[in-house]
């Protein structure tokens, strides 16, 4: 859940530039049309530090900030631990459907099809 009621975003009415929330329309901010660039810029911000808590963004603000190389690291890194929890989950589906549930007597494999699905299914976040 959003602490700030995240995602927001930029709406222009009577002349003035207002920040929204998306999902209750709750006003933010406003400001004058000629800082569309930072009013822009200050809904990117906020949205993508959605789910980091205060004490972290303090934590990064006092290094000087996210660098684009280290955003970027962090996520490829999430994307490879989503990429890696997909495939034990498929490889686990693939030997459950192949133990033959329901048609088969080979309970060996049945077990073991099992605690692959047990295991992949406990490394899923979220």
Do not use: H
């Not at 994307?79 to 192949?98: E, F, G, I």
């Not at 549930?101 to 992949?120: I, L, R």
């Amino acid at each position: 859940m959003a602490q700030f009621n995240e995602p927001w975003y930029v709406f222009s009415r009577y002349g003035d530039l207002e920040i929204r929330t998306k999902d209750s329309d709750e006003l933010i901010a406003v400001l004058v049309p000629s800082e569309r660039g930072y009013a822009r810029r200050i809904v990117q911000c906020v949205d993508a530090c959605a789910r980091l808590d205060t004490k972290t963004l303090d934590m990064i603000g006092a290094f000087g900030g996210l660098s684009r190389d280290i955003a970027v690291k962090v996520v490829l890194e999430d994307n490879a631990a989503l990429v890696k929890q997909r495939d034990d989950l498929a490889t686990a589906l693939r030997k459950y459907q192949a133990a033959g549930f329901g048609n088969s007597t080979d309970f060996a494999k049945q077990g073991e099809a099992y605690d692959a699905a047990v295991e992949a299914l406990a490394n899923v976040k979220g």
